[in-house]
């Protein structure tokens, strides 16, 4: 995996994400790459992107799948956007070693 989708900072992880709303599954995609070259993960959720709830059900995902707290999850920017990037805090370091051995086991592709 030449190109992940986060990054560790200061305050924690910085996490972009491609979130598809409405979609017929929640799940976890793979690594998908845009034509700047900049890598997203890609998830899909059964809510609809109405009153924050998709952005919900993404976190709720995400935490459950990487055993984290929802609450250090939080999106910063692209709330109402398909395309988001998502703050993870904590140690980063520690956070993107945990991610990329997640990312290595269970994504597709």
Known sequence: ???LPFEATAEG???RVRLTPSASRDGIGSVAT??????WLTATVTSAPEN???NKALIKMLAKSWRLP??????RS?????RKT????GDGTALAAQLEHWLT???PG
């Open 13 to 15: 992880l910085r996490l």
């Open 78 to 82: 692209g709330a109402t956007q398909r």
């Open 105 to 107: 086991q269970h994504a």
């Open 52 to 54: 924050g709830r998709a």
């Open 34 to 39: 845009d034509a700047e070259e900049v890598a």
């Open 1 to 3: 995996m030449a190109t």
């Open 70 to 75: 929802k609450s250090i999850i939080n999106v």
């Open 86 to 89: 998502l703050l993870i805090a």
